[in-house]
């Protein structure tokens, strides 16, 4: 299938294939088709910019050079992954380019050595620009390479290409002598095409397990009960902590402070008052028993008794006053 994809085809084959796009200005209608043809198509170009940032990147590619008018491209890769959409139809990315490589897109074959231009590349590609220095030093970020294998795929599958992982996207550098991009730390045209013919046969929505994940994969049903009780236990702890924090207004009580602990619980609380509250009885009932005796033997009068008796509930109530501020 080579006739070109409607502008809505393209944005739903690229989302499809988890590609996050950003629809740059009037993209759609945005081209070079008044100066030559757009299509048959037969494969995708990967370039780089020889630019930094992104804005700046995007808006070149949109709006061209004074000797080279834009669109440069179908779509800028930004560093971040993010693919910019800035035109639909011909666009001036590929120039003239070996007639056998095209040939040999065309078939799904080994692609030859570039040493000719003899053949217009607008024509028949469409074209990707990554936003990369290409002075072999500025790096590929993962999630840029990514996102050219999944645009790539995107337009592979959409047009039934290179089920057998063959030659349908090429690098500027493949196609036309002299040409270098893309290069740099990071990518391959060879790796991209592998990682393309992966793609393609799995479902668009398809994402490769990371390593992380793999390892994950590879634990037994022993590793697994290991990292389920580490889990418990850890989420134990993070809910005695709480509990801890909830209870800061409650000191240890004086005995369980002895033991190190900083905190109480309000049963430990009530318990340590109901000694307390023990004790003040007990000294309420032996203070009577005195009082009655000396009240017996007269020379006490009732409001007497009744001080003394205030005076020893008073002294246990300051002990037991003390014991809480002591806990500060
Ligand atoms: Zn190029």
Redesign the pocket.
């Known amino acids: 299938m080579a006739a070109p994809l409607s502008a809505e085809r393209l944005l739903k084959a690229l989302k499809d294939e988890g590609v996050r796009v950003v629809e740059y200005r009037s993209w759609r209608t945005h081209n070079r088709n008044s100066r030559g043809p757009w299509g048959p198509v037969y494969g995708v170009m990967i370039?780089h910019t020889v630019t930094t940032g992104t804005s700046g990147s995007v808006d070149l590619c949109y709006g061209g050079r004074s000797d080279l008018p834009g669109p440069l491209c179908h779509g800028v890769v930004a560093k971040d992954g993010t693919v910019y959409l800035v035109g639909h139809g011909r666009a001036n990315?590929a120039g003239s380019g070996d007639r056998d490589v095209l040939n040999a897109v065309v078939a799904e074959k080994a692609l030859p050595a570039d040493n000719e231009t003899n053949a217009d590349g607008n024509t028949h590609f469409y074209g990707f620009e990554a936003i990369n220095l290409g002075d072999n030093k500025d790096p590929w970020p993962p999630v840029q390479v990514e996102a050219i294998v999944r645009a790539s795929a995107a337009l592979c599958r959409a047009h039934g290409w290179g089920k057998d992982g063959a030659t349908s996207v090429i690098g500027?550098l493949e196609w036309q002598p002299g040409?270098i991009?893309p290069r740099g730390p990071g990518i391959t045209m060879k790796d991209v095409r592998a990682r393309v013919a992966e793609r393609l046969r799995h479902s668009a929505g398809w994402s490769p397990a990371s390593s992380a994940e793999e390892d994950e994969m590879a634990l037994d049903a022993n590793d697994i009960r290991t990292i389920v009780r580490e889990e418990l236990a850890r989420e134990r702890d993070q809910q005695a902590k709480r509990t801890l924090t909830i209870d800061n207004v409650i000191p240890a009580a004086p005995e369980t402070a002895a033991k190190g602990n900083t905190h109480a619980t309000p049963a430990q609380w009530f318990t340590y008052l109901g000694k307390f509250v023990r004790e003040i009885a007990a000294e309420q009932g032996a203070q009577g028993a005195v009082l009655a005796r000396l009240a017996q033997g007269g020379g006490l009068d009732a409001a007497e008794i009744q001080a003394a008796a205030e005076a020893g509930a008073r002294a246990a109530l300051d002990r037991l006053g003390a014991a809480l501020t002591d806990q500060d």
């Open positions: 370039h990315h500027h040409k991009d």
